[in-house]
């Protein structure tokens, strides 16, 4: 205590001097230092910047995950001695939790790199994992292990995640459970589950997260590829060509999505380009499904900087090149401070209003939403965006309500967030998505993950038969590089006598077809002399 008002007296001696003869009211990098670790300011040591404590892998910043150089030069939090900021080795939730087994070792915490087993009591048999490892972001690996026994209960025992406490032990239609979480833990995914008819619980199953705990690339990946495609909603036939891809979104109404960047000071300056660079690729992979959603694309602070407006799509014909050259060259000079959040939510909600307006009541049953936000959560103006989330889901839904899980609208809306930064405002985040069919709610560590996460959203193996999926992460030309960008393309090369006469490019435009330029046979005299290489989806090339 003595030490921190220390540090104080300082700053604000600092501070007042400073005011005296007309200079900035600087923080000082008196005991700001961590142990073991790093750390960036967003802005020097001037007012408004941002200290973001970085650690190893398997690390993180204890007890404070960054520091704000408030107005008058002092820091919030204040920087103490004890305990000294450092670098803590991560922790997983509690895992003896299982009921009706054995969890072993047991022990009072566990970290990176502790090993856990697990084993039913006679009668019962284990489902999900039986060994886990404690992972360096703050998971267990596998999944949660569950003994139960055949009771012909209508729903499985939906078992306990690691570091939570369930009530509700019944398993039959209609039965509820629902989840809590130990203290320092905070719930992600669904609180409350109900036992459906069909033999199946209600939302996702939940899990215990600390502050430290975050979803790598790979498993927002599964989890919001799953759900997005979901709403793209893609029914493959087994024979998996093109012509048997059926999309019943085209059939059915019109996609209508919304994206939101957060761009102000609470996220690192730099950022904005990777996150620019990421919705980009969000785009284009959403576009690799073959729908044209319509798009509303906002960055926003304590403004609303729209870069794609939606009520374009209705009164013009908006290609997707446009929306995506639109992004790529859009910057932003004096950007406004602060984060209006429910400034966003109010702006979509507007752009809904018209489209409704537009579509008629009839007309707008057939639109489904979908809201993607990027954000810390860290609002400091105009106040909670529930209300609006409130009104938006009122709009979409008409009156149909969630409650009894029957004849609803709830596929028509979803909000999706994407919390990115040192210190997320998870509580007041979680309660503003919405939607089905997977978990809405993702916890990314850094900004550079997204463009690694979208890229992966689409499991190349899942399209075979097409021509091919862009890969976008490789920036440098080689051949190599291109032939993943481009994998359609194929190389038309004509030989006349052991010399080569021509050298064309074409496209993969069927299984079976190849479109190319006419003039490249001028010279072919049999069918010998033309050698077309296409990518034959390893990797490498082969020759036709
Ligand atoms: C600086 O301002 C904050 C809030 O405005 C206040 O809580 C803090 O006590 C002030 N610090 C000093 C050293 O004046
Ligand atoms: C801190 O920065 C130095 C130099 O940039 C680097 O070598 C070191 O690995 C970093 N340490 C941590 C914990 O990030
Ligand atoms: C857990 O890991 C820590 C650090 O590596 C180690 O000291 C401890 O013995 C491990 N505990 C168990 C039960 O494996
Ligand atoms: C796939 O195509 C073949 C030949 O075109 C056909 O005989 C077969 O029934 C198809 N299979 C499925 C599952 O549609
Ligand atoms: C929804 O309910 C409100 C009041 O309960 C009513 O005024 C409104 O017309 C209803 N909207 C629809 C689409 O049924």
């Not at 509820?176 to 409350?192: A, D, H, P, Q, R």
């Amino acid at each position: 205590m003595g030490a921190s008002s220390n540090w104080s007296w300082h700053a604000a001696l600092l501070c007042l001097l400073s005011i005296g003869a007309e200079v900035l009211c600087d923080c000082t990098d008196r005991g700001i230092q961590i142990e073991g670790g790093n750390f960036t300011l967003t802005k020097e040591l001037k007012k408004g910047s941002l200290l973001i404590y970085s650690c190893n892998e398997g690390y993180y910043p204890y007890p404070h995950l960054n520091r704000i150089c408030q107005e008058n030069g002092s820091w919030k939090p204040a920087p103490k001695r004890f305990p000294p900021q450092r670098c803590k080795v991560v922790e997983c939730p509690d895992p003896n939790v299982l009921e009706n087994g054995n969890v072993s070792p047991p022990e009072v915490q566990y970290v990176v790199g502790n090993e856990t087993s697990y084993d039913c009591y006679p009668g019962y048999t284990l489902r999900g994992s039986s060994k886990r490892i404690c992972l360096p972001n703050g998971k267990w690996s596998g999944s949660t292990p569950i003994c139960s026994r055949d009771s012909g209960a209508a729903c499985p025992d939906p078992g306990v995640p690691p570091g939570a406490s369930r009530a509700g032990n019944m398993f039959e239609i209609d039965d509820k459970v629902i989840y809590t979480c130990n203290s320092g833990l905070f719930l992600v995914g669904s609180k409350e589950r109900v036992c459906l008819e069909n033999g199946q619980w209600t939302g996702t199953e939940p899990a215990c997260y600390y502050k430290h705990t975050f979803d790598t690339p790979q498993e927002v990946a599964e989890s919001f590829g799953g759900a997005i495609k979901g709403t793209l909603t893609i029914t493959q036939s087994l024979n998996d060509t093109q012509e048997g891809r059926y999309i019943r979104i085209s059939k059915s109404g019109t996609l209508n999505i919304y994206i939101g960047v957060d761009i102000s000071e609470s996220i690192g300056k730099d950022d904005f380009e990777k996150a620019r660079d990421a919705v980009v690729t969000l785009i284009k992979k959403i576009a690799s499904f073959s729908v044209s959603p319509n798009y509303d694309i906002v960055f926003f602070s304590s403004e609303v900087y729209r870069v794609v407006n939606i009520l374009d799509f209705f009164s013009a014909n908006v290609e997707l090149n446009k929306v995506i050259e639109d992004l790529e060259t859009f910057k932003i000079e004096n950007k406004n401070t602060g984060t209006d959040l429910n400034l966003v939510f109010k702006s979509f909600e507007n752009q809904m209003a018209y489209i409704k307006q537009r579509a008629g009541e009839e007309g707008f049953k057939a639109h489904r939403h979908v809201l993607i936000l990027f954000t810390d959560g860290a609002y400091n103006m105009g106040g909670s965006p529930e209300p609006a989330v409130a009104r938006i889901k009122n709009m979409v839904y008409m009156n149909h309500t969630v409650e009894n899980h029957v004849g609803t609208r709830d596929d028509f809306l979803d909000i999706y967030i994407f919390a990115i930064g040192s210190d997320i405002f998870d509580d007041d985040l979680q309660p503003l998505t919405v939607g089905t069919g997977g978990r809405h709610y993702f916890r990314l560590l850094k900004n550079e993950e997204l463009q690694e996460t979208f890229d992966s959203i689409i499991d190349e193996s899942e399209v075979v038969g097409m021509c091919g999926l862009h890969m976008d992460y490789e920036r440098e030309e080689s051949r190599e590089s291109q032939r993943k960008r481009y994998p359609w393309w194929a190389f038309v090369t004509v030989q006349v006598a052991g010399r080569i006469s021509e050298n064309c490019l074409g496209s993969l435009v069927s299984p079976d077809f190849v479109l190319t330029a006419a003039h490249c046979f001028a010279s072919v005299g049999s069918l010998q002399d033309i050698v077309v290489e296409i990518d034959n989806g390893r990797g490498s090339l082969s020759k036709y």
